[in-house]
């Protein structure tokens, strides 16, 4: 059980990047008045690069074999659903490919981070 506590934050951060995925555009912008969301490509690759990196560090705490290729899948899998949501749910959201490229590419980045300084 001792080893499950080391996935409190990477379940925590993908429970913050689901909600935020689920925000209305206008929404998000009460939130975050400031002028972020037209850099909307640098949000994702943001977000899932930290999202990618603490699901490495935290299965590579609880001693998982392939820790950083389990949280690329993770975070990948995260954003292909919730674009695919966006689209199906949720009003003022749509689905972008380009969105989904820029959580894959933040995705590589937090895992080759990981890489280099943790593992």
């Known amino acids: 059980m001792n080893k499950l506590l080391h996935l409190i934050v990477p379940i925590s951060a993908t429970i913050v990047t689901i909600i935020g995925s689920s925000l209305s555009g206008a929404r998000a912008k009460e939130l975050l008045p400031f002028d972020l969301f037209s850099q909307d490509k640098l949000l994702h690759f943001g977000c899932y690069f930290v999202l990618t990196f603490l699901w490495a560090y935290g299965l590579y705490q609880i001693q998982n074999k392939r820790p950083v290729i389990i949280a690329m899948i993770i975070a990948t899998i995260v954003g292909i659903i919730m674009e695919t949501c ?21 995705s590589l980045i937090g895992a080759l981070v990981f890489i280099k300084f943790i593992k």
């Open 86 to 106: 966006q689209f199906l749910f949720f009003e003022g959201r749509v689905f972008e490919i380009l969105d989904i490229i820029a959580n894959i590419s933040g």
